[in-house]
């Protein structure tokens, strides 16, 4: 290639596809070897900024435990094989217009794989097109969807907002789109001589990085947010004259609610006053009816049109991973083809999914790593990394962005599309051809040189999902949607919320060097991941380990280090009949009866470098509950393990290392982090309520801060 010059890197665009949204990049090449990845400064809502996962998935590209080929049983697949063996599924399901062929995808936005899935679906109307995400995201779509009629999807504008409520949503790092939320916020959080600061409240039942920068933090658990979210809506509505069955609904939803009534009248007020520039955002694990809620809130507001709108994200149908299970259950499924993903690890407990997919006379298995979904299937097909591949996708506002490959493939291997285009019988089979059809279809003018464009900007300016016109119209059973009362958990019964891993994710990151030594944002654990529990639920389990020390007068450490390590029990999770052993974490912040697991961990089938990291939640996580689920308990086995950990020490120990003010502080003393001294600073997670009162004897603030009313803690504010 006449421009490689030794030692001088070329660059090129490209995108990362990722759930809810593709991440565009930019990267960096020498002599033809991807080495490094940044965001595409051409995307101006990120403005060249980039994830975690998308800068490691460079290791990705040259992990040695990845397919280095294709395989049926126990013989290899060449690439001749290969096309024979798509090109026979694919006749033969044509003659049976699809009858018994069945598909298993991971949700994609990407245009040429929406025209291949419709182009096998007209050849095959029989066939079956189910997709499935170990982290679902549906919810807030299907509350949006049920409002429209048609596929759509909130959208939030955080630059507009003055007042922020965040009802179990981690929209700084855990929900989609959090990239451009992140920044949006940071953008309301600088302080200016014209404008003060944005103020965000935070009702969450775990610790997030969205809580730890809340100005108002309030820890309940998971299953009493809508009873929160009817109690906030019911003093909007009031406020702003809406009534009737709407608002009947919210006081319905309120009733029982053990929230702190001084938290929600303050957080409704500044609400209220704020108006159009208020928002209320409920998190992808909440039910539809909360959802639904939050956006009857915010048009009560006024805030639609400005701090949020809704897109029509023209989503194809798919059947749900449940539906196909009972489809094969019943014999209708005779080929079934699972690309990407790995449902025999991470589907839902009930589905027992390893056996029902060795149900099936034929299972085709496209994957990047060989792992326990293609263990449990007949042929095992290597997938192409994206940096070795042609595609497309769009952004999470539907911006439609490039994947162009930066290295021929390692190893024989083909991407999604190309598979796809196999089993369609079409005439066109490889990525770039493919790609620039889809593309040639959506322009006019000269479709080469616009392609060309295409690939040098990494993008198609304006072509973000189109908006919807008109402010959705809540309705009362809209509001009711996927919401069931709970009892409040309690010691003997818990709560457990089960969150996607901040940096293996769903367990695809599992076999990754650089995303396993991360530290967790909250935890600090590299490695592991481990049954997180409150420091009241620790006591009353006997597994806290607190040492107190001459100093340590703003915290007691929770958990036991010896020489460096992290010596923690091991507790046996039991919900709804199924179990799960991990060690336990203590961390402050949680809802007092809510335990936290991580997914993405305790892999069977995996590289070197994932095998042996964490235990597996999926065991214990059911269709009922997969993000909440409740009736839980933790027993103590008397058992302990190290586990790794990168921060063992929290308390300042009488020292101002982090030194904080609010807006009005800092507007009298700008200088103010110049004239703190020697004084013990508390963790914003237990406020003022931390701090042992000068008259107050040891054993009277243990009793308060741990055995007392759980009110007094969580509802104290951290400022």
């Given at each position: 290639?006449?421009?490689?010059?030794?030692?001088?890197?070329?660059?090129?665009?490209?995108?990362?596809?990722?759930?809810?949204?593709?991440?565009?990049?930019?990267?960096?090449?020498?002599?033809?070897?991807?080495?490094?990845?940044?965001?595409?400064?051409?995307?101006?809502?990120?403005?060249?900024?980039?994830?975690?996962?998308?800068?490691?998935?460079?290791?990705?590209?040259?992990?040695?435990?990845?397919?280095?080929?294709?395989?049926?049983?126990?013989?290899e697949?060449?690439?001749?094989?290969?096309?024979?063996?798509?090109?026979?599924?694919?006749?033969?399901?044509?003659?049976?217009l699809?009858?018994?062929?069945?598909?298993?995808?991971?949700p994609?936005?990407?245009?040429?794989?929406?025209?291949?899935?419709?182009?096998?679906?007209?050849?095959?109307?029989?066939?079956?097109?189910?997709?499935?995400?170990a982290?679902?995201?549906?919810?807030?779509?299907?509350?949006?969807?049920?409002?429209?009629?048609?596929?759509?999807?909130?959208?939030?504008?955080?630059?507009?907002?003055?007042?922020?409520?965040?009802?179990?949503?981690?929209?700084?790092?855990?929900?989609?789109?959090?990239?451009?939320m992140?920044?949006?916020?940071?953008?309301?959080?600088?302080?200016?001589?014209?404008?003060?600061?944005?103020?965000?409240?935070?009702?969450?039942?775990?610790?997030?990085?969205?809580?730890?920068?809340s100005?108002?933090?309030?820890?309940?658990?998971?299953?009493?947010?809508?009873?929160?979210?009817?109690?906030?809506?019911?003093?909007?509505?009031?406020?702003?004259?809406?009534?009737?069955?709407?608002?009947?609904?919210?006081?319905?939803?309120?009733?029982?609610?053990?929230?702190?009534?001084?938290?929600?009248?303050?957080?409704?007020?500044?609400?209220?006053?704020?108006?159009a520039?208020?928002?209320?955002?409920?998190?992808f694990?909440?039910?539809?009816?909360?959802?639904?809620?939050?956006?009857?809130?915010?048009?009560?507001?006024?805030?639609?049109?400005?701090?949020?709108?809704?897109?029509?994200?023209?989503?194809?149908?798919?059947?749900?991973?449940?539906?196909?299970?009972?489809?094969?259950?019943?014999?209708?499924?005779?080929?079934?083809?699972?690309?990407?993903?790995?449902?025999?690890?991470?589907?839902?407990?009930?589905?027992?999914?390893?056996?029902?997919?060795?149900?099936?006379?034929?299972?085709?298995?496209?994957?990047?790593?060989?792992?326990?979904?293609?263990?449990?299937?007949?042929?095992?097909?290597?997938?192409?990394?994206?940096?070795?591949?042609?595609?497309?996708?769009?952004?999470?506002?539907?911006?439609?962005?490039?994947?162009?490959p930066?290295?021929?493939?390692?190893?024989?291997?083909?991407?999604?599309?190309?598979?796809?285009?196999?089993?369609?019988?079409?005439?066109?089979?490889?990525?770039?051809?493919?790609?620039?059809?889809?593309?040639?279809?959506?322009?006019t003018?000269?479709?080469?040189?616009?392609?060309?464009?295409?690939?040098?900007?990494?993008?198609?300016?304006?072509?973000?999902?189109?908006?919807?016109?008109?402010?959705?119209?809540?309705?009362?059973?809209?509001?009711?949607?996927?919401?069931?009362?709970?009892?409040?958990?309690?010691?003997?019964?818990?709560?457990?919320r089960?969150?996607?891993?901040?940096?293996?994710?769903?367990?695809?990151?599992a076999?990754?060097?650089?995303?396993?030594?991360?530290?967790?944002?909250?935890?600090?654990?590299?490695?592991?991941?481990?049954?997180?529990?409150?420091?009241?639920?620790?006591?009353?389990?006997?597994?806290?380990?607190?040492?107190?020390?001459?100093?340590?007068?703003?915290?007691?450490?929770?958990?036991?280090?010896?020489?460096?390590?992290?010596?923690?029990?091991?507790?046996?999770?039991?919900?709804?009949?199924?179990?799960?052993?991990?060690?336990?974490?203590?961390?402050?912040?949680?809802?007092?009866?809510?335990?936290?697991?991580?997914?993405?961990?305790?892999?069977?089938?995996?590289?070197?470098?994932?095998?042996?990291?964490?235990?597996?939640?999926?065991?214990?996580?059911?269709?009922?509950?997969?993000?909440?689920?409740?009736?839980?308990?933790?027993?103590?086995?008397?058992?302990?393990?190290?586990?790794?950990?990168?921060?063992?020490?929290?308390?300042?120990e009488?020292?101002?290392?982090?030194?904080?003010?609010?807006?009005?502080?800092?507007?009298?003393?700008?200088?103010?982090?110049?004239?703190?001294?020697?004084?013990?600073?508390?963790?914003?997670?237990?406020?003022?309520?931390?701090?042992?009162?000068?008259?107050?004897?040891?054993?009277?603030?243990?009793?308060?801060?741990?055995?007392?009313?759980?009110?007094?803690?969580?509802?104290?504010?951290p400022?």
């Amino acid at each position: 290639v006449t421009e490689i010059v030794p030692g001088l890197p070329l660059y090129y665009a490209t995108a990362m596809p990722q759930r809810g949204g593709a991440v565009p990049l930019i990267a960096e090449t020498h002599q033809g070897r991807p080495t490094k990845l940044e965001g595409n400064p051409s995307y101006k809502l990120l403005g060249g900024s980039s994830s975690l996962r998308s800068q490691a998935s460079l290791l990705d590209l040259y992990d040695p435990d990845r397919s280095h080929g294709s395989s049926k049983g126990s013989e290899e697949l060449d690439v001749a094989g290969v096309n024979d063996l798509l090109a026979s599924v694919g006749a033969i399901s044509m003659s049976k217009l699809g009858k018994g062929l069945a598909f298993l995808a991971e949700p994609s936005k990407s245009p040429t794989r929406a025209a291949l899935v419709a182009r096998i679906r007209k050849a095959m109307p029989h066939a079956v097109w189910a997709e499935y995400d170990a982290v679902d995201l549906s919810n807030p779509q299907m509350a949006a969807t049920a409002i429209y009629g048609k596929d759509a999807r909130p959208y939030y504008r955080l630059d507009r907002a003055t007042r922020i409520l965040s009802l179990d949503a981690d929209f700084l790092s855990g929900e989609p789109g959090s990239l451009v939320m992140a920044r949006d916020y940071a953008a309301t959080r600088r302080v200016t001589e014209e404008g003060g600061m944005s103020r965000l409240y935070v009702a969450e039942s775990h610790l997030t990085i969205t809580g730890s920068c809340s100005d108002h933090r309030l820890r309940v658990a998971s299953s009493a947010i809508p009873a929160l979210a009817g109690a906030i809506a019911t003093k909007v509505f009031k406020a702003t004259g809406q009534g009737g069955e709407l608002a009947a609904a919210a006081a319905r939803l309120a009733e029982g609610s053990e929230v702190d009534a001084h938290w929600i009248d303050a957080c409704a007020a500044d609400l209220i006053e704020a108006g159009a520039s208020a928002l209320v955002m409920a998190g992808f694990g909440q039910p539809a009816g909360v959802h639904a809620l939050a956006f009857a809130i915010n048009t009560a507001l006024g805030g639609f049109g400005k701090t949020f709108l809704f897109h029509d994200v023209d989503a194809p149908a798919a059947a749900s991973i449940g539906e196909l299970a009972a489809k094969i259950k019943a014999g209708g499924v005779q080929t079934l083809i699972v690309l990407g993903g790995n449902p025999a690890y991470n589907a839902p407990a009930d589905l027992d999914w390893e056996n029902v997919q060795k149900s099936v006379g034929q299972v085709i298995r496209h994957g990047y790593h060989f792992d326990e979904t293609s263990a449990a299937a007949g042929v095992h097909l290597a997938a192409s990394h994206y940096l070795e591949s042609w595609g497309d996708d769009r952004t999470w506002d539907g911006t439609i962005v490039a994947i162009q490959p930066m290295i021929m493939p390692l190893f024989p291997s083909l991407s999604e599309i190309e598979l796809l285009a196999r089993i369609a019988g079409d005439e066109v089979t490889d990525g770039y051809s493919l790609v620039h059809r889809t593309f040639a279809k959506g322009t006019t003018g000269n479709a080469d040189k616009l392609f060309r464009k295409f690939l040098h900007d990494g993008l198609i300016e304006n072509t973000y999902w189109p908006k919807f016109p008109e402010a959705p119209a809540v309705t009362a059973a809209m509001v009711a949607t996927g919401v069931s009362s709970v009892a409040a958990p309690t010691a003997q019964s818990l709560e457990v919320r089960f969150e996607a891993d901040m940096k293996v994710d769903d367990g695809r990151g599992a076999n990754n060097g650089w995303l396993q030594e991360c530290p967790d944002p909250i935890t600090k654990l590299t490695w592991d991941n481990a049954i997180l529990v409150s420091p009241r639920l620790a006591k009353e389990l006997g597994v806290d380990a607190r040492k107190v020390g001459m100093l340590q007068v703003a915290r007691r450490d929770q958990n036991l280090f010896l020489l460096g390590r992290q010596h923690s029990p091991i507790v046996e999770l039991k919900v709804g009949g199924r179990t799960v052993r991990g060690p336990v974490y203590v961390q402050p912040g949680l809802a007092n009866y809510t335990v936290v697991v991580t997914l993405g961990y305790g892999r069977r089938v995996t590289g070197h470098i994932g095998t042996g990291a964490g235990f597996d939640a999926n065991k214990v996580r059911t269709s009922s509950g997969m993000f909440i689920a409740s009736g839980a308990t933790l027993t103590v086995t008397g058992e302990e393990m190290i586990i790794a950990n990168t921060q063992e020490h929290w308390a300042m120990e009488g020292r101002a290392i982090v030194r904080e003010a609010n807006l009005e502080e800092y507007r009298e003393e700008p200088n103010f982090a110049n004239e703190f001294g020697m004084q013990a600073e508390t963790p914003p997670i237990y406020g003022t309520v931390g701090k042992r009162g000068p008259d107050e004897s040891e054993e009277a603030y243990e009793k308060r801060l741990h055995g007392g009313n759980p009110l007094s803690v969580q509802t104290i504010l951290p400022r």
